[in-house]
């Protein structure tokens, strides 16, 4: 089952105010992050927010090379790895997607891929692979694949080891990334269980000598931490845990109080609970308060026009 629009919309929503939410409390450790209900888009008077020069209620690199692999989805529906990566170059250097073109928050990870792929260097093979070059940079834009990819749950999971290579091509990330697809795909079919069926059909996908799958079996679902840190292992249980809050805005609040890599923990998340809770969920000041709606809106738009439409 696709998703529909409302989800679509839902899930962009959700993903990019949770991003905007938690960008102003990111490198805080948990004990600086205030209490829950005063986590929001404006920090409390005295809060000694990240990024001083940057406007409440703006989303960072993550949100932006989200809407690239949006974009280039939109584009390329099955989904073309150098139409994304020139996109990521295009943010990288010139602002694309970002709000008021404003590039900040990058990984030293991401930079050196990206320079690597502006130099020409094929995009399959610019990512970062050694043990230490699993942040959580690809995991965090992963969510319009779930959103906008109309292939099987094998084409979505190679879709996302393809996006994670541009950037990040160590199997632990590209598993990391494809769960979180699968996780989301079975939160739009409302499954009762979507964590538990998305590990079940990532399983029945990896062979069992694949690395993929040595990496799901033997790092990714023996984790045991949640601390918001900048490791994408770390950050799918971090927002898998805030997902058990019961709306959208007490899921973005606990992914904030987490602490760290507030900015991250809460996009990963925020795009499940846009999905699970819907726009209308969405507290209506965070809403209003979500800067760059001028890139997202025709976005969407462009996306409801290439929808099949309902018959009449």
Known sequence: MPASLAQIESGFWGLLIGDAVGVPYEFHTPCEIPASPHIQMIPPAGFARSYGHVAPGT?????????????????????????????????????????????????IQTATALHRVARGEPPAHTGLDGERNNGNG????????????????????AAAHLQSAVTHAHPRAQACCALYCLWARHEIQRHAAPW???????????????????????????????????????SLHSARLACQATSYEKVIQAAVALG?????????????????????NIPAHWIDGLRGKELLIPLLERIRRRLPQPRP
């Open 138 to 157: 690809s995991l965090m834009r992963s969510l319009p694949l779930a959103l906008l990819h109309r292939g099987d749950n094998p084409a979505l999971v």
């Open 59 to 107: 989303w960072s690199d993550d949100g932006a090379q989200a809407l690239c692999l949006a974009a280039s989805l939109i584009a390329k529906p099955d989904f073309n790895l150098t139409d994304f990566a020139r996109r990521l170059v295009k943010w990288f250097t010139m602002g694309y997607m970002a709000v008021d073109g404003n590039v900040f928050d990058v990984g």
């Open 196 to 234: 538990e069926a998305a590990v079940r059909s990532l399983r029945s996908i990896y062979p069992r000598s694949s690395p993929h799958r040595t990496e799901l079996e033997e790092v990714v679902l023996t984790y045991t931490r949640s601390s918001g840190s900048g490791y994408v292992v770390d």
């Open 260 to 280: 760290n890599d507030t900015d991250t923990t809460a996009c990963i998340a925020g795009g499940i609970a846009g999905i699970r809770h819907g726009k209308a």
